[in-house]
């Protein structure tokens, strides 16, 4: 089975500065593997372990990404090779725009059986890459899957639902979007690491994708910006649940708020 698993690298939430007028910094910040995609990367690597077959992990974003640390960290955790779109254009890139970048770089990859990627990112969590992918790449596409299973037409997977969990047959190839109860990351050994190291890494650009400039049809971030703090004004409203009620509607006429 030919595995490609998505991967989305994201500055670390803590390293992350808001400047005075609500902008964010990320001049400062660490970069790894985003959270949600740690399940996906394990996911993968089960699943070619128990077919004999291969992980390739996949990759976009700015030049960040293009970091020694980064890609041995994710090679160690079981991918057999690494492919990375390295594009500063990428930098504020919306959900289509990556979900394209990643159709185009899968088109390159040759065949492959199963499209895997995270429930969301760890930066926005916009949670529609995945089903982007699917779409663009005409595969049946599932999100919300918390277990995978092989079966001889295809994949068995359960899919967690608000109040139900749903079985599935899915054919391949396919995409799914897996959450965080697919399994638990491993933590690579030092063998792991020091092989992760001789792995192969392929880098492309926009260019090398037939995207360079074409991207802006599909979707951009405007701006990210942190909330506005401010300061609670600690009011407190007893009575009767009629008196209360009262009392809060005419507060909230007073300040214009209704």
Not at 35 to 63: C, H, I, N, W, Y
Not at 155 to 171: F, H, T
Not at 211 to 239: W, Y
């Amino acid at each position: 089975m030919n595995i490609i698993v998505c991967v989305k690298f994201t500055p670390d939430a803590g390293d992350i500065q808001v400047n005075s007028d609500g902008s964010i910094s990320l001049e400062r910040a660490e970069w790894g593997i985003g959270s949600f995609d740690l399940q996906a990367v394990e996911a993968g690597a089960r699943l070619a372990e128990a077919t004999g077959g291969k992980v390739m992990a996949l990759s976009a974003g700015p030049r960040q990404i293009n970091h020694s640390k980064l890609k041995k960290d994710l090679l160690s955790r079981g991918p057999d090779e690494l492919y990375l779109v390295v594009d500063d254009a990428l930098q504020d890139a919306g959900t289509a725009a990556t979900a394209r970048v990643l159709a185009g770089a899968i088109g390159k990859l040759g065949p492959f059986d199963l499209v895997l990627c995270g429930e969301g990112s760890a930066d926005l969590y916009f949670q529609q890459v995945g089903l982007q992918l699917g779409e663009m790449l005409g595969l049946p596409t599932l999100n919300a899957i918390r277990k995978i299973e092989t079966a001889a037409d295809g994949l068995r997977v359960e899919r967690d639902l608000d109040d139900e969990i749903e079985v599935l047959a899915v054919p391949m190839p396919a995409v799914l979007a897996v959450t965080t109860d697919v399994h638990e990351p491993r933590l690579p050994t030092m063998k792991e690491i020091l092989k992760a190291g001789k792995k192969p890494v392929t880098e492309w650009t926009l260019a090398d994708l037939g995207l360079s400039g074409g991207l802006a049809k599909h979707s951009a971030v405007v701006s990210i910006r942190a909330p506005h703090q401010v300061q609670r004004k600690n009011i407190r409203i007893e009575g009767s649940p009629e008196e209360a009620a009262q009392a809060l509607v005419g507060y909230l006429n007073k300040e214009g708020l209704i």
